[in-house]
């Protein structure tokens, strides 16, 4: 049985860490083990993890006391200090979701089919007032969407040995690439980049919590709309996407170049090429109008 290494990634998530875990414990046909790592909390995450859990052989611990300040920066500490290389797949994990009990063995049997080097599907979001709403990252990817977006929620993520060896090479070697705020996104672009294929599962093994304190979340109504629009605003997004743009593609391509340069001409040539850019015609549309009105 192939083994897999669950990156599990903690800030104050006392409240719901016990579903998380006992979802991930439950597994089915698969063998594996948890590395936990907890941003420093508030809440007396870490003291509750090790006194409940570190007499179970296979939840690890990692050591505690620093701050990451972000989810993707305690998923990078994961990747970087964890010994992924003795692991088939790796895999993601938020503090707060519900896992169907063969989430893992299912994306295990898509990795092995050829050719195949990493998985994310779509996820089922829900409320703690029994709302629920099927998140569909499923679109065929295009040329330059690792740009604009990731592959889906991390939670999904599992990926082969090769790739994580490879990603976690990358994140030891340049600095600037654990200033990318999503974790997700960044992997997601490395992959595309350096030609690992990645399968994106239009069906959904778990249950994608939904509170104030997701960093990002699901796009589902209006008050996540505007959280969009705020970071659009603010400048996080465009930063984002050009931090991408100068580890990936800055020596061969224009596209970092138009988006700097932010005048008229190189907004509509990215007009132009949106075909490109995203993968959901919702996500073109908008993505065409923050171009036209120059909010990108």
Not at 27 to 46: A, H
Not at 67 to 90: E, P, Q, T, W
Not at 118 to 146: H, M, R, T
Not at 242 to 257: A, R, V
């Amino acid at each position: 049985m192939e083994k897999i290494a669950v990156l599990l990634a903690v800030y104050n998530g006392r409240e719901w860490i016990d579903e998380q875990l006992q979802s991930i414990l439950e597994q089915q046909n698969v063998e594996l083990d948890i590395y936990i790592s907890v941003d420093l909390s508030s809440d007396g995450s870490y003291d509750y993890l090790v006194e409940k859990y570190s007499r179970i052989s296979n939840i690890l611990i990692l050591p505690y006391g620093k701050k990451f300040g972000s989810a993707g920066r305690n998923f990078y500490r994961l990747v970087s200090d964890v010994k992924i290389d003795k692991y088939s797949y790796i895999s993601f994990s938020d503090q707060d979701d519900i896992w169907h009990k063969l989430k893992l063995s299912y994306a295990v049997d898509i990795l092995k089919k050829p050719n195949i080097d990493a998985y994310s599907s779509n996820v089922v979001a829900f409320w703690d007032d029994g709302k629920k709403c099927l998140i569909d990252k499923a679109q065929p990817q295009v040329e330059y969407d690792y740009l604009f977006e990731a592959a889906g929620p991390g939670c999904t993520c599992v990926f082969e040995n090769k790739l994580a060896v490879d990603f976690k090479s990358f994140l030891l070697k340049n600095t600037v690439a654990t200033s990318v705020e999503l974790h997700d996104w960044l992997l997601y672009a490395f992959a595309r980049v350096n030609g690992f294929s990645w399968y994106i599962d239009n069906n959904a093994y778990m249950q994608y919590r939904q509170h104030s304190n997701n960093q990002v979340g699901a796009n589902t109504n209006l008050k996540a709309g505007l959280k969009r629009v705020k970071l659009v605003r603010e400048g996080w997004y465009r930063n984002e996407i050009l931090k991408l743009c100068k580890l990936f593609i800055i020596d061969n391509e224009d596209i970092y170049f138009k988006l700097k340069n932010n005048n008229f001409s190189n907004r509509f040539n990215l007009l132009l090429r949106i075909i490109h850019l995203r993968r959901r015609n919702r996500d073109r549309i908008v993505l065409g109008i923050l171009l036209i009105f120059n909010l990108l």
